[in-house]
């Protein structure tokens, strides 16, 4: 089990982080609000879980400890592998899970990508013993109410990939009519999806 890694920040990508241990570069996949604090050339203590499959060992990385441990209680429940939990991570924080399973928060689990109501009610029912109470005294409801927001997400993320203030700035306002839309339709700007679609638009103008 790798519990952590320590390191300069070799390289950040859309969804991985290349993390330098002893002259070995160790990728890591990180949901966006982790890759957006990360800096090329900066150290970073990451804290890890290694998920073994027949075919692949997968290292993915997390802000802290406590997010992590969510991580893999969360697949503890029947469906959820770890790219699941790891986009329930990237919409909301351990603590705003917890307070989702404890109070039987279906629309939140919802709001998270592949989870549609029966799943989401299946998930209240096996989690609500396993996560625990909410740690902290204010919990916010998704990432977005404790983080900056979308726009910045956004806009530092792809600072933090290389791009210059200037492209950064084109490239979030090349994709604010879909995060509008996203808001219209009564949910919240996913980052991930936005990252990707602002990184497509910054390479047809390349």
Not at 28 to 46: D, F, H, M, S
Not at 60 to 88: C, H, I, K, N, W
Not at 131 to 140: I, N, Q
Not at 146 to 175: F, I, K, M
Request: charged share 20%.
């Amino acid at each position: 089990m790798i519990a952590f890694v320590s390191g300069p920040v070799a390289a950040v990508a859309p969804d991985t982080a290349v993390i330098e241990v002893g002259g070995i570069g160790m990728a890591l996949q990180c949901a966006p609000a982790t890759l957006a604090g990360l800096r090329v050339g900066q150290q970073a203590r990451l804290a890890t879980s290694l998920v073994v499959r027949e075919d692949s060992l997968t290292l993915y990385g997390f802000a802290d400890d406590d997010e992590r441990q969510v991580f893999e209680l969360l697949q503890t429940a029947s469906g959820v592998g770890p790219r699941l939990a790891q986009a329930m991570l990237a919409v909301h924080s351990p603590d705003a899970l917890r307070l989702a399973v404890s109070t039987g928060d279906e629309k939140a689990l919802t709001a998270v990508p592949g989870i549609g109501k029966k799943g989401a009610q299946r998930l209240l029912l096996e989690l609500k013993d396993r996560l625990g109470e909410p740690l902290g005294s204010a919990v916010p409801s998704a990432r977005s109410a404790a983080a900056p927001g979308w726009s910045d997400q956004l806009h530092t993320a792809l600072v933090g990939l290389g791009y210059a203030t200037r492209e950064a700035d084109e490239a979030v306002a090349a994709v604010t009519p879909q995060a509008e839309e996203a808001v219209a339709a009564g949910g919240k700007p996913q980052v991930a999806q936005l990252l990707r679609a602002a990184l497509q638009t910054l390479n047809r103008t390349r």
